[in-house]
């Protein structure tokens, strides 16, 4: 096993210099964003070492309660956070995204941890940094998803409604829709896997080498957990458009569109 090197608390503090040429580029490019950047900062800080501390103590008392609590944190704030981005989503599409989504993180999860790794699904080691991954993605995934569905079908109410007004049925109309925008949540994971240990080493990757884990080791965990991923934001994805489009179609065969009263 190779050293860990510590960090010391200067050692720490000294990556903060690099903002400075964040800031100056900022302010040479006139980027008004410098409060933005000061506070995202600051946040990341804060609530990173409150997650430390937490971590921290639930590693430390090993309660299948405590990994639970944090789950179901973390996918709550995932679902909170994808729904505020697609205001105008009617309650059972809300439904229907909120299911899809904790469906979805909970059983690839359960798969990851119980049979690929096989330790306990209440194991934090675990647990808590795979789902962290999985919700995280999850969340791009099915936001960009929904963006890219409200914003197709507001573009192109007119063409809507003259297939309405010529006889085509609602699931006719708003299935291309919903293909396309589910290949738009996909893409970013998918360049993302194109592009790993040639563009980039992934975040996983790199932490378990600097942690002294031999480097063959983080790969075949960083496959693992990539293809989990994967299949995490394309059925939290897909489900959330192929059951949600549906609940905008009345009993009238007419299509009501996301925001529209």
Do not use: W
């Not at 409200?150 to 919903?178: C, E, F, H, M």
């Not at 996983?204 to 995490?232: E, K, N």
């Not at 394309?234 to 179609?249: A, D, E, K, N, V």
Request: glycine share 6%; net charge positive; with cysteine.
């Amino acid at each position: 096993m190779r050293e860990i090197v510590e960090l010391g608390i200067m050692q720490f503090s000294a990556v903060y210099l690099l903002l400075i040429v964040v800031l100056a580029i900022m302010k040479h490019a006139k980027i008004n964003q410098t409060k933005l950047l000061i506070v995202a900062s600051f946040r990341m800080t804060i609530q990173l070492i409150l997650a430390g501390l937490i971590l921290t103590y639930i590693f430390d008392n090993q309660n299948p309660l405590f990994t639970v609590c944090y789950l179901l944190a973390m996918i709550g704030f995932t679902i909170k956070r994808t729904l505020s981005k697609t205001p105008g989503l009617n309650k059972k599409f809300k439904i229907v995204v909120t299911a899809s989504i904790a469906f979805s993180g909970l059983s690839t999860l359960a798969f990851f941890v119980i049979g690929i790794v096989g330790q306990n699904l209440f194991n934090p080691q675990y647990a808590i940094p795979i789902a962290g991954m999985i919700m995280g993605n999850t969340m791009t995934g099915v936001t960009l998803a929904l963006k890219s569905f409200s914003d197709s079908l507001k573009s192109q109410r007119a063409k809507i409604d003259s297939l309405l007004n010529l006889g085509a049925t609602p699931q006719k109309i708003l299935l291309p829709y919903v293909n396309n925008a589910l290949e738009t949540a996909l893409l970013p994971t998918l360049n993302s896997m194109v592009g790993m240990g040639i563009v980039s080493l992934p975040g996983m990757m790199t932490g378990q080498i600097l942690s002294g884990t031999l480097p063959m080791t983080a790969i075949m965990y960083q496959i693992a957990i990539m293809i989990v991923i994967c299949t995490t934001v394309c059925l939290s994805s897909f489900s959330s458009l192929h059951f949600g489009y549906q609940t905008l179609i009345n009993s009238r065969n007419q299509i009501k569109l996301i925001g529209e009263e």
